[in-house]
């Protein structure tokens, strides 16, 4: 997806022929708050990802890509960080992943 999480959310939901207070309603946010998200002004709580993906019918793990992925965009854009950050953060996820799993290890 190349658009905001927002817009992509407004669009899922002008397909869905579905208001804002509609949306907001089932999802627990009030409509202004809402349009705030799909407008780029206002942050998502990544809590409602799972309702998201219930009213739309979209894969849950796909949906938190989405999201996850423009996080991690807009903080290296707000840092001015080099290419060289999605690496490094790969190797820190491979890192991660491994130590979870020996102290996973340890427990059994």
Avoid: W
């Avoid at 996850?68 to 960080?81: F, V, W």
């Avoid at 190797?91 to 059994?108: A, H, P, S, T």
Wanted: charged fraction near 35%; hydrophobic fraction near 35%; aromatic fraction near 6%.
């Amino acid at each position: 997806m190349k658009e905001s999480f927002g817009k992509y959310l407004k669009n899922l939901r002008v397909r869905k022929e579905m208001t804002l207070t509609q949306l907001g309603a089932k999802l627990g946010i009030d409509s202004g708050a809402l349009s705030k998200i799909e407008n780029g002004k206002r942050k998502l709580d990544e809590r409602v990802l799972p309702e998201i993906a219930k009213i739309f019918n979209l894969d849950l793990d796909e949906l938190k890509d989405e999201f996850i992925s423009e996080l991690i965009a807009h903080k290296i854009y707000e840092n001015n960080c080099t290419d060289k950050v999605l690496k490094l953060a790969e190797e820190k996820v491979e890192y991660i992943k491994q130590r979870n799993f020996k102290q996973g290890n340890l427990d059994l």
